[in-house]
Every structure is written in structure tokens, then in C-alpha cells.
């Protein structure tokens, strides 16, 4: 799975901070997150899942990258 973030929708409200704080971080220059981790492994997938649940912006999301 892959972790990406969608700078332009990204609002700043850092709730993927709240939710897998190992997963990201938060560029206080640009206003935006940082994914720290693209490729999350499985015992960080359920934090990664739930940080793209609750941003409020839609701005997170999972791609299976499975062949």
C-alpha cells in the first residue's frame, strides 16, 4: 500500500498527526503534511487507515500497489 498526499487539498488541520504521528510530519513553512512514510507496513497500515479517515480535507489516501 501506498500513502499519499494530496497537497492541494490539504488544509492544515493535522488530524494524520493525531491519528499515525509516525507517519507524518507538518512543513509549518507551507502549511501542509509531510508524508514521512509512503510505504506504511502492515503493523502501520490501521494508523495509516485511520489517518486518511479522518482528515476533514480528503486530502490523504491508500493505493494498493499490488500487480
Do not use: N, W
Amino acid at each position: 500500500m501506498k500513502l499519499i498526499a494530496d497537497l492541494g487539498l490539504c488544509q492544515g488541520h493535522q488530524e494524520c498527526l493525531a491519528e499515525a504521528p509516525e507517519l507524518f510530519a507538518f512543513d509549518d513553512d507551507s502549511y501542509q503534511v509531510v508524508v514521512r512514510i509512503t510505504e506504511p507496513s502492515e503493523e502501520q497500515l490501521p494508523a495509516a487507515r485511520a489517518a486518511v479517515k479522518y482528515c476533514p480535507a480528503f486530502a490523504l489516501s491508500l493505493e494498493d500497489r499490488r500487480v
